[in-house]
Structures are given as structure tokens and as C-alpha cells.
């Protein structure tokens, strides 16, 4: 079987859709993990021991097991429970908190680097300790982590592919779809390919030259 | 739940066959991060450049859309043989494991300071000797800790291999759950036994870790009876006053 350039062409229209998709759902994906990690960290060292042995079981439970078994989880079992929900809903919960598991880890080693004496500060300007979070801590803390971060919306954005084993129409799916309708592989796959390691290629490149930003300022 | 009993053979199955999977592709991994990582350091710019385009390709995409080209389209480019799923598995995983391997080895590689490859070769040691003898020794103890993320990550990577046709752990599962239809049961169970191989994966690697030839001797060096050898009486008295 050899390349077949119209057939490529034809099935462009679909596999763009799968772009767009990939790209709203690695959107919607990294709100959730930074959003969400960010909570998990100021959880886990303010709530306590209660607060912080729940939030070091979760991190452990989402690193631990693979997502395809907790994108199956979720999209067979919790319909058992009662939850019943869309598959890319459900994709898109799994992806973010996982990945809000692995950010807590960032933030929480970002917020124990910063000095004591600027909490006491704080204190002694008689700040609320949310302001002191709100407008101190976080945002430190948030800076910080950055580099970091953006990793994992890169491992997010690779990770996307994955929500086709539970029928979310991103890319990798759509290039499923368009080779069971013709029964023509090759195409789809390679393109599909080249399109996820093309998308990457900005990312990366952005990526490099904030850090490169990053580190001349801190300097 | 009871009727869960009888697939315990199937599971078995299922568990050992990732098992393996994940342990030959992590040594697979490891093989290709050490060959690519030392290229990227090479002083030869075509090298250095080969190994870090494979790089950078390896890490653009997800390992799933790797096993998926190479498994399906592949085989349709005229004159390419069709590899068994195992294989193919095993070869795509280790591939994109080792890129990401290969950065691991390569931080590790530069942190290990350049006059210890200086005096080797100033001592007359070859190239590969000076690498495999002095340097990388040194560079394991930083590698190996970074390795050991990688390899409970390529653990959960291994999932992958059920749409390839592979029967393993997952697609075990996911045969139980047609047949039961006690979904619940059957995805907790496979979280706990993945949960387990990892576990298992990370106690292995802090095994290597310690026993790593700079870990031990620093280790060595730490001890109370440490104090007892003579080297450092000569060093306490000459620094303290008489």
C-alpha cells in the first residue's frame, strides 16, 4: 500500500476537528491541574494532619495507577456508583486531577522554599491570613513553580491522546475513525503523528525561551 | 465480588505479562538512554545533532500515537515486516522511554566536574574506559534516583499495550468486565496490583541506589568508625592546637 495523497487530503477535515479538540481539552486539562494542585498544596499544609495525610493518599493513588485504568474507572465504574457523566467530562476530570496531584507537589515545594520571615512579616503588618495567601504567598509561590509547571502542561497536552481509549473525539481518535471508514491506516496514523509532533514543536520553543527569560531575571 | 475468584488465573497472566513487559522495557530504556545520552555529549556535531533530533521527535508525542504508527502503519510501508504486538511493544516503549532517559543521563553526565575526565586522561585512559570506568560511575549516583521516576512511569506506560492487541494486566481487565459486569471491583483490583508494581519498581531502584559505589563510599565515610581510621586522626591533629 503506498501513500495516497488524495485520501490524505480528504480526511484533513477530521483530523483538524481532532486538533481542535486536543487543544480544548489540554486547555480544560491544565486549568483543572493547576487550579486544583494549587488547592491540594495549601490543603495539605493547612488542614492538618487530617488534611495533610488525605491529600499525600490521593498524590500517591494518581501517581501510582496508570490513567488508562482510572479514565476506565471513571467512565465504566462511577456510572455503577450513580455518577453518570459525559466521556469527555470524564476524560477531562482524570487528565486534570492526576495532573493536579503531580503540580501540588511543585507548589508545595515552591511554598516551603520561602522564607519564614515572610510570614512573620506579614503578621506583623497585620494582614489577614488570607491576604497573607491571596497576595504574598501565592504568587511567590505560583512564580516559583512556573518552569515546572509548564513541564507538565507539556506532558498534559501529550498525555491528551490518551481520551480516545473512552471515545473523546481527540486527535488520535479521529485518525482511528477515518481508518476504520476507509480501511486505509497509513495515512491517518503518520499525519496524526506529524501533526502531534509539529503541535509540540511551538510549545517547546516557548517553553525554552521563558525559561531562558526566567533565568536572566532572576540573575 | 466471589465470582471474581475463578479469573485469578487470567489476572496471574495478565500480571506477569506486564511484569515482563515493564521490566524489559525499562532495561530496554535504559540501554537506549546511556547510548543517547552520551551522544548528545558527543564531541562530534552530526552525532550530537542525530541524537538530539531523535531526541526531541521521541518526546513530541505520547507513546500511544508511537505504538499506534508503528503497529499499524507501519507495516503497511511496502517491504516492512509485520513485528509481533510483544515486540513492537517492548521496542516503541523502550524507544520513548530511553529519550526521555537520555536527558536524565545527560544531566547526570554534566554534573559529574570535567577534571575527573581530564585526569583520566592525563593517566592515559581511553575514551570508553574514561566513560565507563570513571565518569558514568560517578554520573549513576545522580542518574539512578531520576531513572527510578522513569521506570514507575514506564510501569503505568505499559497499559498502552492492550490496544495493540497484548494481554496484558489492563486488557485482562477489561475482558473480566465484559464477561461480570462487576466494573467496580474489577478497576480497584487492577489499580492495586498496578499500584503494587510500582511500589515494587521504587523499592528496587532505592535497592540499586544503595548500593551504588559512590553512595557506599560516602556512606563509608559517614560512619562512627570512620573516626577510628587514621587518616583523619592525622587530619584532627594537624588541625587542631597542640
Given at each position: 500500500m503506498s501513500w495516497d495523497w488524495d485520501y490524505a487530503a480528504s480526511i484533513m477535515p477530521q483530523l483538524l476537528f481532532g486538533v481542535v479538540v486536543t487543544i480544548l481539552v489540554t486547555i480544560a486539562c491544565s486549568a483543572i491541574a493547576l487550579a486544583g494542585g494549587l488547592l491540594m498544596a495549601i490543603v495539605q499544609m493547612n488542614a492538618g494532619r487530617a488534611g495533610h495525610y488525605a491529600t499525600r493518599v490521593l498524590q500517591e493513588i494518581f501517581r501510582g495507577v496508570p490513567i488508562l485504568v482510572l479514565l476506565y474507572f471513571g467512565f465504566y465504574a462511577l456510572p455503577e456508583i450513580g455518577v453518570l457523566l459525559p466521556g469527555a467530562v470524564v476524560g477531562i476530570l482524570v487528565l486534570g486531577v492526576v495532573y493536579a496531584a503531580y503540580c501540588s507537589e511543585v507548589y508545595r515545594g515552591a511554598l516551603m522554599t520561602i522564607p519564614v520571615g515572610l510570614r512573620d512579616a506579614s503578621a506583623a503588618l497585620g494582614l489577614s491570613p488570607f491576604a497573607m495567601w491571596h497576595r504574598v504567598l501565592i504568587p511567590i509561590a505560583v512564580r516559583k513553580s512556573l518552569p515546572a509547571l509548564m513541564n507538565y502542561v507539556l506532558v498534559l497536552y501529550k498525555q491528551s491522546s490518551f481520551l480516545f481509549a473512552i471515545g473523546v473525539p481527540v486527535l488520535l481518535a479521529q485518525a482511528q475513525l477515518a481508518g476504520y471508514q476507509s480501511f486505509r491506516y497509513l495515512e491517518p496514523y503518520t499525519i496524526t503523528g506529524v501533526l502531534y509532533v509539529l503541535m509540540n514543536v511551538p510549545l517547546v520553543l516557548y517553553q525554552r525561551r521563558f525559561n531562558l527569560r526566567l533565568a536572566a531575571g532572576s540573575s | 465480588m466471589t465470582g471474581l475468584i475463578e479469573f485469578l488465573p487470567a489476572v496471574g497472566q495478565g500480571l506477569l505479562t506486564t511484569a515482563s513487559i515493564a521490566v524489559l522495557s525499562i532495561v530496554g530504556c535504559a540501554l537506549v538512554a546511556i547510548v543517547l545520552g552520551v551522544a548528545r555529549r558527543s564531541r562530534n556535531q552530526v552525532v550530537k545533532l542525530a541524537a538530539g533530533s531523535i531526541v526531541e521527535l521521541l518526546r513530541g508525542a505520547s507513546v500511544l500515537i508511537y505504538l499506534f504508527w508503528v503497529y499499524y502503519?507501519?507495516?503497511?510501508?511496502?517491504?516492512l515486516p509485520h513485528f509481533s504486538p510483544l515486540v513492537v511493544s517492548i521496542v516503541v516503549l523502550s524507544l520513548v522511554g530511553g529519550a526521555y532517559g537520555a536527558e536524565i543521563v545527560v544531566s547526570g553526565l554534566q554534573a559529574v566536574p570535567r577534571g575527573q575526565a581530564e585526569a583520566s586522561q592525563a593517566l592515559g585512559l581511553s575514551k570508553f574506559l574514561t566513560l565507563t570506568r570513571i565518569v558514568l560511575p560517578q554520573a549513576l549516583t545522580q542518574i539512578v534516583p531520576a531513572f527510578a521516576s522513569l521506570a514507575i512511569d514506564m510501569v503505568k506506560w505499559t497499559s498502552v499495550v492492550s490496544f495493540v492487541g497484548v494481554q496484558d494486566l489492563l486488557s485482562v481487565a477489561n475482558t473480566i468486565r465484559t464477561i461480570t459486569y462487576s466494573t467496580v471491583g474489577v478497576y480497584v483490583g487492577v489499580a492495586l496490583l498496578y499500584f503494587l508494581l510500582c511500589l515494587l519498581t521504587s523499592w528496587f531502584f532505592q535497592r540499586i541506589e544503595h548500593s551504588l559505589p559512590l553512595n557506599r563510599a560516602l556512606r563509608a565515610a559517614s560512619?562512627?568508625?570512620?573516626?577510628?581510621?587514621p587518616a583523619t586522626l592525622v587530619l584532627k591533629s594537624q588541625g587542631s592546637p597542640p
Open positions: - | 502503519a507501519l507495516p503497511l510501508v511496502p517491504g560512619t562512627p568508625d570512620a573516626r577510628s581510621c
